[in-house]
Nanobody, 122 residues
Framework: QVQLVESGGGSVQAGGSLRLSCAAS????????MGWFRQAPGKEREGVAA????????YYADSVKGRFTISQDNAKNTGYLQMNSLKPEDTAMYYC???????????????WGQGTQVTVSS
């Protein structure tokens, strides 16, 4: 049974940093794509970043380029999202996902974590 568990969310002031982690069990990150999504109240879930493990390609939403960095540690089977220069508009529930069935930014992944809340105050 595949399980993804996020951690690292919290409350920070604008300009601060957080690092989210996504530990996988029953699934090997090195086999496909791992992504991070976020969903704010009243808004659709949006793709934030993704990493394709085959070639190491990374993708980012325009809104986070230059501020967020996605990575993974295959030995630990854990993915990360380093978030710097956080803004109030980054406030949302953040989800990790694995095994994409479509474009990286679409929520068409087979496995999802339970989410971790990120709140950025001005």
């Amino acid at each position: 049974q595949v399980q993804l568990v996020e951690s690292g969310g919290g409350s920070v002031q604008a300009g601060g940093s957080l690092r989210l982690s996504c530990a996988a069990s029953g699934y090997t990150y090195s086999s496909n794509c791992m992504g991070w999504f976020r969903q704010a109240p009243g808004k659709e879930r949006e793709g934030v970043a993704a990493i394709y493990t085959g070639g190491g390609s990374t993708y980012y939403a325009d809104s986070v380029k230059g501020r967020f960095t996605i990575s993974q540690d295959n030995a630990k089977n854990t993915g990360y999202l380093q978030m710097n220069s956080l803004k109030p508009e980054d406030t949302a529930m953040y989800y990790c996902a694995a095994d994409s069935r479509g474009s990286w930014y679409l929520p068409l992944y087979n496995y999802w974590g339970q989410g971790t809340q990120v709140t950025v105050s001005s």
